[in-house]
């Protein structure tokens, strides 16, 4: 399972997502690949806790410099509406109207098609994402799109990438550490 983590993103509340996974057997290479794509995301929802799977219900593109704000609304089904090149660049922002119900429905961002953030959307707010994600792969039974509680994700390792190198070789050992490097 691939998943991100954002340690300056300052939106409380906010929920990682299994973004890429992927079922193998021992002896098995499988592999994820992505751009840096962004996208928004919303999930209609009753509840966003751990272990809630979130399949991205609309995911309309997004660009950290131009297309980088939306508004979301609310009209017996919800929907993006009204893409802008919204302030402060290079952010994300969703503006939820003041048609959306109260704990119905999460937002948030994602990338290369899928999400990988999501929090509770409320009627009148305004999020606004900076990412810079770190990338973290994990091994255990996780469906694309659930929520995760970090402090029980099993055996996380970060991938990060050295300068100008974009692909890198992840290996589960037999103690369930990873080891890392350039492909």
Known sequence: MMFQQDPNMKIENLSSLAWFTKYVHPDTDGSFSWKEDYNFVWRET???????????????????AGNNGITLTYDGAYNFIDPV?????????????????????????????????????????????????????????????????????????QIIFPEGITEMNATLNPDYTWSVMPA
């Open 46 to 64: 009753k509840q966003l806790a751990s272990g809630i799977t979130s399949v991205t219900m609309q995911c309309p593109p997004a660009d950290l």
């Open 85 to 157: 090149n919204a302030m402060p660049d290079p952010s994300l922002t969703i503006k939820m109207d003041q048609t959306i119900p109260m704990g119905q429905v999460a937002v948030g961002i994602g990338m290369s098609g899928s999400g990988t953030f999501l929090v509770a959307g409320q009627p009148n707010l305004n999020l606004v994402f900076t990412p810079k994600p770190e990338y973290w792969i994990a091994f255990g039974n996780y469906e694309q799109g659930q929520a995760l509680n970090l402090q029980e994700v099993n055996s996380p390792a």
